[in-house]
């Protein structure tokens, strides 16, 4: 009896482990597409500069920094967007639109100064998008 019992115990102890480690690989699996790169979400297409987010539960990445006194196009991706994230407002440039649930929106954004930082939301400033220009 006392034999079987511990037998058990440690097999739930395995099924235990590999719960947590099936769930340690998910989120570190999960991380990249939250944490891109800064080259590919800041680029130059002829002197303008192309930021790149990816709007989906949520603004991704949440801060760039971009280059300061440059004509700027922030690329709005969306894919299968239903959530509120898709109704984005920049305030300072008085922008509010809902983006389509699944497209490519540019918004333009005309240079910053150094040390600026435009802010984004969705509408209900539930989720954030902060641009810092240098
Ligand atoms: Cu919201």
Redesign the pocket.
């Known amino acids: 009896m006392a034999q079987i019992h511990i037998k058990k115990t440690s097999l739930s102890w395995i099924f235990l482990s590999v719960v947590i480690m099936a769930l340690l690989v998910f989120l570190f699996l999960s991380q990249p597409e939250k944490s891109q790169s800064q080259n590919t979400v800041v680029a130059f297409e002829n002197d303008i500069q192309i930021i790149t987010v990816s709007a989906k539960g949520g603004y991704y990445p949440s801060v760039i920094t971009a280059k300061a006194n440059k004509k700027t196009v922030l690329r709005m991706l969306t894919k299968g967007t239903f959530d509120?994230?898709a109704?984005f407002t920049i305030p300072a440039i008085g922008y509010r639109e809902f983006l389509p649930n699944t497209g490519t929106t540019d918004i333009s954004i005309p240079p910053q100064e150094a040390g600026n930082t435009i802010n984004a939301t969705?509408?209900?400033g539930?989720?954030s998008l902060k641009i810092n220009f240098q």
Do not use: K, R, T, V
């Open positions: 509120c994230s109704a969705c509408s209900m539930m989720y």
